[in-house]
């Protein structure tokens, strides 16, 4: 256990001399004995060797699938492994967010690659160094659009469930309100956007592809916006990006999302990455870090961070944003993922997704299965049938294979990606058709 104690006793001892006392209790002896724990009931301390065994043993409880077919907001991709050993280096995992700039030029140079990246992918002109994940983007970018005649976001019931609870939580407490529309065959109505526009409304939500999987018509959802005088913010899959047109030439105004799918492994819920990008107009409103490229006093390539309107730099009450950190390690490994992959591969991917889904949704019809809405969809869709969702999920759990997400009795989301192959989907349906 070496490894992890930062002191021996006798540096122990020289730090307690160094500083006049004469045992490390009695730096805590203004706190009444009342407060002080007693004893404390710790087990004795384990070797390596010792700890490896018993989290083996742990991680033997979990239970391994050997197909997933649901997605939901969490997505398994495959992940190079060039980025999972990259990534694993000392100096990568080590470096935390850049406090003082001119000692964190590797860490800043990395962070502005990643939003150079994410520049690229949603055709905006500024990204920030990222915010928790996909939900919390959402709700920052939905305060980005708040003034003080305009604070309602209108979105529809199309978007994700946890997405939607976050907007509502950021609204309460800032005098925003969320008004939740119904969307029609899945995808979002135009007409009952048009009639719900007023001059209150700041600004219209969407997610592409929304939570059933179907893929939005973007372009006028963002023309109604823009009509009325709001914002347009779009919260997209970045996978899909590689192949739909960008929130950009659908023109948002500010483009949100979570980099999961961006070589981060779905890990129980997290950690994730929520990416921001938007127009420069919007800039100055964009929360967390930013990171620029200057030139030093000699004339060389430098980094800094710049634009910081959030509430450690300047006071509170000005502040944007009191969001306080960012998921610098996170992003990082996403703009790995994303270099490795490259335009063409990411591409790749996403075909990959929407072929092997279709192919599902296919087989799926062919033995009696309906898929619930008749748009076209990136790689999740909805089935419905007359077997009950839980005796078709629990018969694929007893196969090893983790089925899709059950949104009602008779109901279930699915999801497919490139780690699944046709004999994959073949074995699923082969299980479901013998379901009765």
């Not at 335009?343 to 062919?366: F, I, T």
């Not at 074995?427 to 013998?434: D, L, M, N, S, Y």
Request: with cysteine.
């Amino acid at each position: 256990m070496s490894d992890y104690l930062s002191t021996t006793e006798r540096e122990t001892e020289e730090m307690l001399r160094k500083i006049g006392v004469k045992s490390i209790d009695e730096l805590f002896e203004d706190i009444p004995d009342d407060l002080k724990v007693k004893k404390l009931n710790l087990p004795k301390g384990k070797s390596q060797q010792e700890t490896m065994e018993i989290m083996t043993a742990l991680s033997k409880k979990n239970k391994v699938y050997d197909v997933i077919l649901r997605g939901a907001g969490s997505y398994d991709h495959y992940i190079p492994s060039m980025v999972k050993n990259l990534s694993s280096r000392s100096e990568f995992i080590t470096a935390y967010t850049p406090y003082q700039a001119e000692m964190s030029q590797g860490i800043l140079q990395a962070i502005f690659e990643y939003q150079s990246m994410i520049c690229n992918l949603t055709g905006l002109e500024v990204s920030n160094a990222s915010v928790y994940n996909g939900a919390n983007a959402a709700a920052e970018a939905m305060l980005m659009c708040a003034e003080r005649n305009r604070k309602t976001l209108v979105t529809f019931d199309n978007i994700r469930p946890d997405t939607l609870k976050v907007l509502k939580t950021y609204a309460k407490r800032r005098g925003v309100t969320v008004q939740v529309l119904p969307a029609k065959d899945g995808v979002c109505d135009l007409s009952a956007l048009k009639a719900k526009m007023n001059d209150t409304t700041a600004c219209v939500y969407i997610e592409q592809p929304n939570y059933f999987g179907l893929i939005e018509d973007a372009e006028k959802i963002g023309a109604v916006a823009h009509e009325n005088n709001a914002k347009f913010i779009m919260g997209c899959n970045p996978i899909a990006l590689a192949v739909l047109k960008s929130p950009a030439e659908c023109g948002a105004d500010i483009a949100v999302g979570d980099a999961q799918p961006l070589g981060l492994p779905m890990s129980f819920g997290g950690p994730y990455v929520g990416y921001m990008a938007c127009t420069t107009k919007e800039m100055r409103k964009l929360p967390g870090r930013i990171v620029g490229e200057t030139c030093d006093h000699d004339g060389n390539r430098a980094y800094v961070l710049t634009l910081q309107a959030r509430e450690q730099h300047i006071r509170r009450e000005k502040a944007y944003s009191n969001i306080c950190s960012n998921q610098a390690y996170c992003a990082l490994i996403a703009s790995m993922y994303m270099s490795s992959m490259g335009a063409d591969g990411m591409a790749e991917v996403a075909e990959a997704c929407v072929s092997y889904a279709h192919y599902l949704a296919e087989s799926l019809k062919g033995i009696g299965f309906e898929i619930k809405h008749k748009g076209e969809f990136f790689h999740e869709f909805v089935t419905v049938s007359e077997v009950p969702a839980d005796k078709i999920l629990k018969a694929l759990d007893k196969a090893g294979i983790l089925g899709g997400l059950k949104l009602s009795k008779n109901e279930i989301l699915w999801c497919v990606t490139e780690t699944l192959s046709k004999a994959d989907i073949d074995k699923a349906v082969e299980v479901i058709r013998r379901v009765k």
